[in-house]
């Protein structure tokens, strides 16, 4: 099945569409619209956000892969956010996220073989009954908000690889959205964005301080009690070390694996896409990367110039930032034949949904998996799939998703 999108040129865009770290040119606006003529240009954009901050536009695959690739060129450790332009993440150098090779590839080291995809796969008999307790209420005859419950499945995933009590995933959860979607004002606290930003922050790194101390006397086979006797650089971690990557694996999840899904059910539920795939379970593994890059969650990386290089006939200077887009990058027709079109059966599809290169998203196995398993128990066990009211967008710069997507279905 193969759904293609509308033509660009009669895509609305919002009055502030050329402003990228508006938050509502994702949700009221086009994006892709305007990434679409970014990549027509033989030279990179720039914004300017004030009289002291600005960044360049990365909108094409090649010149993606080739920021993310080069992490000695642009370096990830003054911080990956938009929200932190300008000013230094604290975790530089602690977090896997924001930490460069060499010290990145030693630190990962062992969370990455926990994370391996045969270690995953030993773990489908724990994913599988998670999903479907999920996803059961859905054949009750009522209206059932989808993105609710994908909301709630990554942090049923990892909160069980990590040991974290099933009382507390709600909490967690929303914690976690609040980090990502802190302009949105379903997450937002009537203090405004950055005192709810410094609340959720506090608020889970007490939480996994408690944790840690507890688990350092307790350790298990989860992956909290890797990272606590994770050893690199003759050490083993400290504290503030644990709890941010600990805050990064809970982040990374919420961020990769809810989306895709919503994606498909808030813009596809009436194109016979669902149906053809439940009619055909071979393509779901394609259909499922085909998901990942039409979603693109993530949606940018943000990067800094180390020194004066070049990039699509720009001069960029050291120092400066740059924002690679994931969602341009993976609609770039260059490399994508027929880009604006959602087709399950694509192949090849080097999609960068997950990054690519050192900083390539280390969960992406858990991800992938738990994806795979979600549409295997939703197709066989649902169908006639129908909307029930309008899907809502997340208000967000960074993630690329739904809040929103009312839904019904009978069961099989």
């Given at each position: 099945?193969?759904?293609?999108?509308?033509?660009?040129?009669?895509?609305?865009?919002?009055?502030?569409?050329?402003?990228?770290?508006?938050?509502?040119?994702?949700?009221?606006?086009?994006?892709?619209?305007?990434?679409?003529?970014?990549?027509?240009?033989?030279?990179?954009?720039?914004?300017?956000?004030?009289?002291?901050?600005?960044?360049?536009?990365?909108?094409?695959?090649?010149?993606?892969?080739?920021?993310?690739?080069?992490?000695?060129?642009?370096?990830?450790?003054?911080?990956?956010?938009?929200?932190?332009?300008?000013?230094?993440?604290?975790?530089?150098?602690?977090?896997?996220?924001?930490?460069?090779?060499?010290?990145?590839?030693?630190?990962?080291?062992?969370?990455?073989?926990?994370?391996?995809?045969?270690?995953?796969?030993?773990?489908?008999?724990?994913?599988?009954?998670?999903?479907?307790?999920?996803?059961?209420?859905?054949?009750?005859?009522?209206?059932?908000?989808?993105?609710?419950?994908?909301?709630?499945?990554?942090?049923?995933?990892?909160?069980?690889?990590?040991?974290?009590?099933?009382?507390?995933?709600?909490?967690?959860?929303?914690?976690?959205?609040?980090?990502?979607?802190?302009?949105?004002?379903?997450?937002?606290?009537?203090?405004?964005?950055?005192?709810?930003?410094?609340?959720?922050?506090?608020?889970?790194?007490?939480?996994?301080?408690?944790?840690?101390?507890?688990?350092?006397?307790?350790?298990?086979?989860?992956?909290?009690?890797?990272?606590?006797?994770?050893?690199?650089?003759?050490?083993?971690?400290?504290?503030?070390?644990?709890?941010?990557?600990?805050?990064?694996?809970?982040?990374?999840?919420?961020?990769?694996?809810?989306?895709?899904?919503?994606?498909?059910?808030?813009?596809?539920?009436?194109?016979?896409?669902?149906?053809?795939?439940?009619?055909?379970?071979?393509?779901?593994?394609?259909?499922?990367?085909?998901?990942?890059?039409?979603?693109?969650?993530?949606?940018?990386?943000?990067?800094?110039?180390?020194?004066?290089?070049?990039?699509?006939?720009?001069?960029?200077?050291?120092?400066?930032?740059?924002?690679?887009?994931?969602?341009?990058?993976?609609?770039?027709?260059?490399?994508?034949p027929d880009a604006t079109t959602f087709d399950i059966r694509r192949k090849?599809?080097?999609?960068?949904?997950?990054?690519?290169?050192?900083?390539?998203?280390?969960?992406?196995?858990?991800?992938?998996?738990?994806?795979?398993?979600?549409?295997?128990?939703?197709?066989?066990?649902?169908?006639?799939?129908?909307?029930?009211?309008?899907?809502?967008?997340?208000?967000?710069?960074?993630?690329?998703?739904?809040?929103?997507?009312p839904i019904t279905a009978r069961a099989r």
């Amino acid at each position: 099945m193969k759904v293609h999108d509308a033509p660009i040129s009669r895509c609305p865009v919002h009055q502030g569409a050329t402003d990228l770290v508006d938050p509502l040119l994702y949700t009221d606006g086009d994006a892709h619209a305007v990434w679409q003529r970014m990549r027509s240009l033989d030279t990179l954009t720039r914004q300017e956000v004030d009289d002291r901050r600005g960044f360049w536009n990365i909108v094409g695959f090649d010149d993606a892969e080739r920021v993310l690739r080069d992490t000695a060129v642009f370096t990830s450790e003054r911080g990956t956010m938009l929200d932190l332009l300008g000013t230094d993440d604290p975790a530089g150098g602690k977090q896997l996220a924001v930490t460069d090779p060499p010290r990145h590839t030693e630190m990962q080291t062992r969370l990455k073989k926990a994370l391996a995809v045969k270690a995953v796969e030993r773990q489908k008999d724990m994913i599988r009954p998670l999903i479907i307790d999920l996803i059961s209420p859905l054949g009750d005859g009522g209206t059932f908000d989808f993105a609710e419950a994908m909301l709630a499945m990554p942090m049923s995933v990892t909160g069980t690889m990590m040991g974290l009590p099933s009382t507390d995933w709600p909490w967690l959860s929303r914690l976690t959205t609040v980090c990502i979607a802190a302009d949105d004002p379903d997450f937002q606290d009537p203090g405004g964005k950055a005192a709810t930003l410094e609340t959720a922050h506090r608020e889970l790194f007490a939480y996994f301080q408690d944790l840690v101390r507890f688990r350092r006397d307790n350790l298990g086979d989860d992956l909290l009690s890797v990272l606590i006797s994770t050893e690199f650089e003759g050490r083993h971690m400290d504290s503030g070390e644990i709890v941010a990557n600990c805050y990064s694996l809970l982040l990374g999840a919420n961020v990769t694996t809810p989306h895709s899904p919503n994606y498909v059910m808030a813009q596809f539920i009436d194109s016979g896409v669902l149906e053809d795939w439940a009619a055909h379970p071979e393509v779901n593994n394609t259909a499922v990367e085909e998901a990942l890059r039409w979603a693109s969650p993530v949606n940018h990386f943000l990067r800094y110039a180390t020194q004066d290089t070049e990039v699509r006939n720009t001069r960029i200077a050291a120092g400066d930032a740059v924002v690679v887009w994931l969602g341009a990058a993976n609609r770039d027709e260059a490399v994508f034949p027929d880009a604006t079109t959602f087709d399950i059966r694509r192949k090849p599809n080097k999609h960068i949904a997950f990054g690519i290169g050192p900083h390539y998203c280390i969960g992406h196995s858990v991800a992938r998996i738990t994806l795979r398993i979600l549409f295997e128990e939703l197709l066989t066990r649902f169908e006639d799939f129908r909307p029930a009211g309008k899907p809502e967008r997340l208000a967000s710069n960074f993630v690329s998703g739904y809040k929103r997507v009312p839904i019904t279905a009978r069961a099989r």
